[in-house]
């Protein structure tokens, strides 16, 4: 039987860079685009394109459907990610709702496998000395945070539906970073904002980030190798927010930042650099959740998915850090020539 991969939120950070790592190997290829590929992501790859919108069934259809001789492994990488600590209708519309929509037409198709790109902030948050692994216990009530939730719904949605017959894996990627992020996230806002001089003073904390590459090859394998309703998670080191901050301005050759502001200070002003980004109709850097997040526990273990999908940590912090300062001066999202201000 001949296999197609199909693609949702291939005009994503992650889905982009997944449709690269199939086509690398050879694989043909589906994408489900909304009509907004604004940055032509997928012109000239060698894809297939259907238009549709995973919040809407009656529009995935086609998408779905294969000759008598084709199987189809689904790869749902399509997802709203926010910092914000507001609940918002879209995400829960295109995380839960969407996921649902997918894993319905997953099982009336028949196809041979789903891959469900969730989060590790789907995951249960253990004492700081403990080591987050895989679970099947995946509640909202839970988790911190209305991503967190609306990821955590969406996982138990896709794992219910094993018991249903559909043969489905489940990943679980840390913080991405790396280039190729046209979405403007909030990693790769943090490189523009320093290298464009914005910043003057970082906080506390950190968190586990892996590259988007490293994340990629790690859904393939799960699509290849992962066992019917498991759960893998794909994570990569926790580096402090000092340390990514150090290894941008290396990147570009500016002087290290040093001020790092105290947590009580960042807590007590988020709420309102939320309301001053939300004016200005742009990401803040820090919300109360993200700074909540900044302290979590996020020692998260990919042994499973290294043993039993062959999943390898391939890319470095600097690596990563340094292609995407040049993917973003190759981009023209770098202005080094603008003065200094701001904090994260």
Not at 71 to 82: D, E, K, P, T
Not at 163 to 184: C, M, N, Q, R, T
Not at 195 to 202: E, S
Not at 273 to 298: G, M, V
């Amino acid at each position: 039987m001949n296999e197609i991969y199909a693609v949702t939120g291939a005009l994503g950070f992650l889905g982009n860079a997944i449709v690269d790592n199939l086509l690398t190997k050879g694989k043909t290829v589906r994408v489900l685009d909304i009509g907004q590929d604004k940055h032509d992501l997928l012109k000239g790859k060698s894809v297939t394109f259907y238009k549709g919108d995973i919040c809407l069934t009656s529009s995935l259809e086609d998408f779905f459907k294969v000759d008598d001789d084709q199987q189809l492994i689904m790869i749902h990488a399509a997802g709203v990610v926010s910092i914000s600590s507001k609940y918002s209708q879209l995400m829960h519309d295109v995380n839960v709702k969407g996921t649902q929509n997918i894993v319905d037409m997953a099982l009336k198709y028949k196809i041979k496998r789903l891959v469900y790109v969730s989060s590790v902030h789907a995951i249960r948050e253990l004492p700081k000395d403990e080591t987050i692994i895989e679970t099947l216990d995946f509640n909202p009530d839970k988790v911190k945070g209305e991503y967190s939730k609306s990821k955590a719904m969406a996982t138990k949605i896709v794992l219910d539906s094993v018991e249903k017959g559909l043969d489905a894996v489940v990943v679980h990627p840390s913080g991405i970073i790396g280039p190729g992020d046209y979405a403007g996230g909030h990693t790769t806002q943090l490189v523009k904002d320093c290298a464009n001089g914005n910043l003057t003073a970082c906080v506390n904390g950190g968190y586990d980030f892996v590259d988007v590459r490293d994340v990629a090859e790690g859904v393939v394998l799960a699509a290849e190798k992962g066992i019917k309703g498991n759960t893998y998670i794909l994570s990569g080191e926790y580096y402090p927010v000092k340390k990514i901050t150090d290894a941008i301005c290396s990147a570009i050759g500016r002087k290290q930042i040093k001020t790092i502001l105290p947590l009580w200070f960042a807590k007590m002003t988020a709420p309102f650099a939320e309301l001053y980004y939300r004016i200005r109709k742009q990401k803040p850097l820090f919300t109360r959740y993200s700074l909540y997040t900044l302290q979590s526990n996020s020692k998260f273990n990919s042994n499973k998915a290294q043993k039993e999908l062959g999943y390898k940590k391939k890319f470095s912090l600097k690596q990563s850090i340094e292609d995407t300062y040049l993917w973003c001066k190759a981009n023209n999202l770098i202005n080094q020539k603008k003065k200094a201000k701001g904090k994260v």
